[in-house]
């Protein structure tokens, strides 16, 4: 005795079904492709939903083999944002080589007050991110900076229900730059 078809229907229909019911919830059916990454050049401004970047110089000190990006930032969101937050929101190359965010960090400062370390909501900064290139690397001409975006939503747990906390989530490279080094 075997069971009527639309049983079987019915049980295929639930296992195809079944992976979106869970996915949904998650954010898992997004769309990839939606926020593409967009090539920019120095004052040309980044807008996130976290904070807004503008880049206004990369140089060049051979004689301490430090790679410099100065940028305006203001925070756009209405929570204040410590500035390693914004420093780990770049991913850096020079001359095709990625700088390790930990170890190749030399300085990141708030030029107006070099004791700061966070962004009030609706304040703009001026900041310089300093790298220190790692032994072996003397030179450098290029740099390359990925720029990541946040978006602020809900934590969800595993089983598809709000945990009742809200997180700032690293999202995909909203903006790259390709630009060469002053030398200083």
């Not at 990369?58 to 430090?66: I, N, P, S, T």
């Not at 965010?101 to 030029?111: A, F, R, S, T």
């Amino acid at each position: 005795m075997s069971a009527p078809a639309w049983k079987w229907f019915a049980a295929a229909g639930a296992a195809v079904l079944l992976p979106f019911a869970v996915a949904w919830p998650l954010g898992g059916l997004e769309d990839a492709g939606e926020n593409a990454a967009k090539p920019i050049t120095m004052g040309q401004r980044v807008k996130g939903h976290r904070v807004d970047v503008v880049p206004r110089r990369a140089g060049f000190v051979a004689k301490e083999r430090l790679v410099t990006l100065d940028l305006d930032v203001a925070n756009v969101s209405p929570m204040p944002v410590d500035l390693t937050t914004v420093f780990l929101s770049f991913d850096v190359k020079v001359d095709g080589r990625a700088l390790d965010p930990v170890m190749d960090q030399k300085e990141n400062v708030i030029l107006r007050d070099k004791s700061a370390k966070s962004f009030q909501p609706g304040m703009p900064e001026q900041v310089r991110f300093t790298w220190q290139l790692p032994e072996g690397v003397a030179d450098a001409r290029r740099i390359s900076v990925a720029v990541h975006d946040a978006i602020y939503q809900p934590s969800w747990s595993l089983l598809g229900y709000s945990s009742g906390t809200s997180l700032w989530y690293k999202q995909g490279v909203v903006a790259t730059l390709e630009t060469g080094l002053e030398r200083a």
